[in-house]
């Protein structure tokens, strides 16, 4: 699996606002998912997994498990981008405890729809 720390919110290193995205490689149980956002310590660790739909998308801080959070979750849109497991004209629909999101690309930028 892979654990990237993302710096949301900026076009620089160092700079916006970090989070941890972690592409799980098959389902994990919220104990292991909260030891991992507790052990990378940053104000929320998102845990995606692919599926025909989308992707389940749940976020944790280091001490308990969150309904919503952005940054994170454009994080998470820019990871799969990256790691190339959807293509650039495709929509990221993400199914969480807060809803549908769905974010897409607009050249170099990306948006996200929330309720």
Same mark, same amino acid.
Request: proline share 3%; net charge negative.
């Given at each position: 699996?892979?654990?990237?720390?993302?710096?949301?919110?900026? /076009?620089?290193?160092?700079?916006?606002? @970090?989070?941890? &995205?972690?592409?799980?490689?098959?389902?994990?149980?919220?104990?292991?998912?909260?030891? &991992?956002?507790?052990?990378?310590?940053?104000?929320?660790?998102?845990?995606?997994?692919?599926?025909?739909?989308?992707? @389940?998308?749940?976020?944790?801080? @280091?001490?308990?498990? &969150?309904?919503?959070?952005?940054?994170?979750?454009?994080? /998470?849109?820019?990871?799969?981008?990256?790691?190339?497991?959807?293509?650039?004209?495709?929509?990221?629909?993400?199914?969480?405890? /807060?809803?549908?999101?769905?974010?897409?690309?607009?050249?170099?930028?990306?948006?996200?729809?929330? @309720?």
């Amino acid at each position: 699996m892979r654990l990237l720390q993302i710096d949301a919110f900026t /076009s620089q290193a160092f700079r916006g606002n @970090p989070a941890a &995205v972690c592409l799980l490689d098959g389902e994990r149980d919220e104990a292991w998912m909260q030891n &991992v956002a507790a052990e990378m310590n940053l104000s929320e660790t998102a845990f995606l997994l692919r599926r025909d739909d989308g992707f @389940p998308l749940r976020w944790f801080t @280091p001490a308990v498990e &969150v309904a919503l959070c952005g940054h994170a979750t454009l994080a /998470s849109a820019h990871a799969l981008w990256e790691e190339q497991l959807l293509d650039a004209n495709e929509t990221a629909r993400f199914h969480t405890k /807060s809803g549908l999101l769905t974010a897409t690309r607009n050249g170099d930028w990306i948006e996200l729809d929330f @309720p």
